[in-house]
């Protein structure tokens, strides 16, 4: 195995798509990101200067951090952030995972341009063979504003703030030539007969997605660097967070054919995505470059039956391992409250996200790992409840129990080597919304999901127990639930949130302390580099 040093430098870069040109926050300039290829077992050193006005941290998301949570970035959960003209190193190895991840920044809205793959070769074959090819293709949104200035208008208020005539969905940075004004479609290459490997990751930050190929179906081999069992479909529902990979065969005419992705399953009300497509050019070696592309088709996004039937079909690969019996279950109520104001308080939030009724405030001046290995008092506090106020979720209009919510910054301890159960309630809300939920320092086991109330009694008489995928990020429906289990093996402090940043920036998260185990090999080590200063 190999160490890798990389120099990055957070800065700011001028970028023009679709007719609207503005500085965003790049890595070395550029948009999206450098790609982090690297083989299973290899360590990343990775020394972040930050050159922009902002603060900032990086993620990087789908990797366990194991024994190196100082390494895994959310802005006052795990660190502080990178101050401008200051630095900081992140040290991790790429041990027992392999797949299609990537990094994001870990503050504000950063990650809509301050994102790239992260690519892990696995030490032995991968399951589904030799490919021709490898194509990374990340999902992103292009607002034409500063994404901060975006943030700072959804904070206060439901109104987006993005410029509505810039706004579009980007393929690998690109919108594709359906937008107005669009610039330059991109063309990708392809040799007729062959298979490559399409590693799809979903960096946009306020949609979910479908992926599709004109007149091509591809076979999912795996998602969030975990291998699935493979099955062939003609689209790809991808909220942000999530990556999958697909394996596809271009053996159709030769001729140019559009991929790329639309809003979907179903629109975020008061948060309209782009409901127009992005698209590139898969083009085969000897194509006519004049002839116009075949366009795809994608779901109806108001019709969930195409979600469902997909998610009815992921399967583990490997064999379970997890044990069955589970040592502390938690029941979080998910949504979006529109009052979380006590009135005596002089509030400006008015929308927040909450778990449990609750708004998850980050410390101030400090993160939760700092003050928890220094042993800090009135950082945070231990009483996270492991049930709802009521469990009497109503899924079909906001319930009275759920609209006043309060703040603070309570979570939850976990032993050492404990099997965890996580049921997420997404109650009713505004509209349609699902909640992409991601768990750091962890995979998961998506146990259980389904419409309607969670039932302790009835609802894991439907579990699946023996083949459920592993994940690190899976969509909460709305007005329904989803049982997720992972073992706390990794000591330390691991963000549990929703991965739409405008639910995030809401306060829509949880945090889980893994407490040391026995021993050095249970037990979180100190900081590898010197830790940022809040201030
Ligand atoms: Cu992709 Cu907490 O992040
Ligand atoms: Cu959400």
């Known amino acids: 195995s190999k160490t890798h040093h990389l120099n990055w430098t957070v800065e700011n870069k001028r970028v023009t798509r679709n007719c609207a040109t503005v500085d965003i926050p790049t890595v070395n300039g550029r948009f999206p990101g450098p790609t982090i290829e690297v083989n299973e077992g290899d360590t990343l050193v990775i020394k972040v200067t930050n050159k922009q006005q902002y603060p900032v941290t990086l993620h990087w998301h789908g990797i366990k951090q194991f024994r190196t949570n100082y390494a895994d970035g959310p802005a006052h959960i795990t660190q502080c952030p990178i101050q401008p003209n200051k630095s900081y190193i992140y040290e991790f190895t790429l041990n027992d995972q392999r797949g299609t991840f990537f990094w994001h920044a870990h503050i504000n809205w950063m990650r809509s341009t301050v994102h790239g793959a992260l690519i892990v070769h696995p030490k032995k074959k991968a399951p589904y063979g030799a490919v021709a090819g490898e194509i990374p293709i990340i999902m992103g949104e292009f607002f034409g504003l500063h994404p901060n200035v975006v943030e700072l208008g959804f904070i206060n208020t439901l109104a987006p703030v993005e410029n509505r005539t810039t706004l579009a969905s980007t393929i690998n940075g690109f919108p594709g030539p359906f937008f107005n004004c669009s610039s330059a479609t991109k063309v990708y290459k392809v040799k007729k007969g062959k298979t490559y490997l399409l590693r799809i990751i979903d960096a946009a930050l306020n949609s979910d997605h479908y992926f599709a190929v004109a007149n091509h179906s591809v076979t999912v081999v795996a998602a969030d660097g975990n291998y699935l069992k493979p099955f062939k479909t003609s689209y790809v529902p991808m909220s942000p967070g999530q990556t999958t990979d697909v394996l596809i065969k271009f053996d159709k005419p030769c001729g140019r054919y559009y991929f790329g992705m639309n809003a979907g399953p179903v629109p975020a009300v008061g948060a309209p995505p782009p409901f127009v497509p992005a698209v590139s050019i898969f083009q085969y070696e000897g194509a006519d470059s004049t002839t116009s592309p075949v366009v795809p088709v994608f779901p109806d996004r108001f019709n969930l039956a195409p979600l469902n039937a997909y998610h009815a079909k992921l399967k583990n690969l490997n064999r379970y391992h997890l044990p069955r019996k589970v040592d502390k279950s938690f029941l979080y109520v998910v949504g979006i409250s529109s009052v979380n104001c006590i009135p005596s308080e002089n509030c400006t939030r008015k929308i927040a996200g909450t778990m449990q009724n609750m708004t998850f405030d980050d410390p101030v001046g400090t993160s939760i790992l700092e003050a928890y290995a220094s042993g800090a008092k009135g950082v945070y506090t231990t009483d996270f409840p492991a049930q709802p106020p009521s469990l009497n979720v109503n899924t079909t209009r906001p319930d009275p129990h759920y609209l006043a919510g309060n703040r603070g910054t309570r979570l939850r301890e976990l032993k050492f080597g404990s099997v965890v159960q996580v049921v997420l309630q997404n109650f009713f809300a505004f509209g349609v919304l699902d909640h992409p939920f991601h768990l750091h320092g962890h995979d998961f086991y998506v146990v259980g999901q389904n419409y309607g109330v969670y039932d302790p009694v009835q ?52 945090v889980f302390i893994t407490r040391n185990g026995v021993g050095k090999s249970q037990t979180l080590p100190g900081p590898k580099h010197p830790l940022p200063k809040c201030t």
């Open 459 to 510: 609802s894991p008489k439907t579990f699946n127990l023996k083949d459920p995928p592993l994940f690190n990020t899976i969509g909460v429906p709305n007005g329904g639930w989803v049982a997720l289990r992972f073992k706390a093996n990794n000591p330390g402090v691991w963000l549990l949130h929703c991965h739409f940043e405008r639910h995030k920036s809401w306060g829509m998260h949880q």
